[in-house]
């Protein structure tokens, strides 16, 4: 079954520098990754979603990549904020319209 | 709209005591889905259901937890009887058409 893989470590930064999280995946190449946010407390919510044919996908200052030969999507947020400060989880469709989840990556920016 | 929502938010139960989730979700959609979110598994899935209808139980633990839909605006999660390692979040979502998901605020379940 296809397993999603995220850095269980935390990621400081300074605010107004570029975050840049990474999903791997490891088996079949799924036809979408979706990415969402999750605030302490909160459930996640939908950021993005890029398909397999789509190497980049742009929202307002946040940019995703897949590359289907190192089996990864990369997730950046430029010029980022403190309020960027959330777990970003990626995830990917497991068949029956269902999706399988990463554990998510925490971010931290500091002002 | 107001989203996908959950009650209770906090439940905390003793062990062998049943406990009943509810969910009502976003209006017009046709999608809903169960999950259960620790530190150690991460967000999982429990079940799926599509027009009501339950499409992937495969998550679902063991006979201890079951999930009704009876109509397109209400779903239970049921966990009879409780054990301390269901302690976990629990958060219910729905979509349509079965791309981006709506997440309700979860319910933090503690079992002592």
């Known amino acids: 079954s296809q397993k999603i893989e995220q850095n269980s470590e935390a990621l400081n930064i300074q605010e107004g520098k570029t975050a840049t999280l990474t999903c791997n995946y490891t088996?079949?190449?799924?036809?979408?990754l979706q990415w969402y946010r999750q605030d302490p407390g909160r459930g996640p919510v939908f950021l993005l979603l890029?398909?397999?044919?789509?190497k980049e996908k742009r929202k307002e200052r946040l940019k995703v990549t897949f590359d289907t030969t190192l089996k990864q999507s990369l997730f950046h947020i430029t010029a980022s904020q403190p309020a960027d400060s959330a777990t970003y989880l990626c995830?990917?469709?497991?068949?029956?319209?269902?999706?399988?989840f990463g554990k998510g990556t925490m971010l931290l920016v500091s002002p | 709209d107001a989203g996908v929502i959950q009650s209770p938010r906090h439940e905390v139960t003793e062990m062998g005591q049943e406990v009943t989730l509810r969910c009502k979700p976003i209006?017009?959609?046709?999608?809903l889905f169960w999950y259960r979110q620790t530190m150690m598994r991460g967000l999982e899935l429990l079940i799926y259901?599509?027009?009501?209808?339950?499409?992937?139980d495969s998550g679902m633990p063991e006979d201890r937890f079951s999930a009704k839909m009876p109509n397109a605006s209400f779903s239970t999660l049921k966990i009879q009887p409780s054990e301390p390692r269901d302690s976990a979040v629990y958060f219910c979502?729905?979509?349509?058409?079965?791309?981006?998901?709506?997440f309700g605020p979860g319910t933090r379940l503690t079992v002592t």
């Open positions: 995830a990917s469709p497991r068949g029956y319209s269902t999706l399988t």
């Open positions: 979502a729905s979509s349509q058409d079965s791309y981006e998901q709506y």
């Open positions: 088996n079949y190449s799924p036809a979408y």
């Open positions: 259901f599509n027009n009501n209808v339950p499409i992937d």
């Open positions: 890029i398909r397999e044919n789509e």
């Open positions: 209006s017009g959609h046709n999608s």
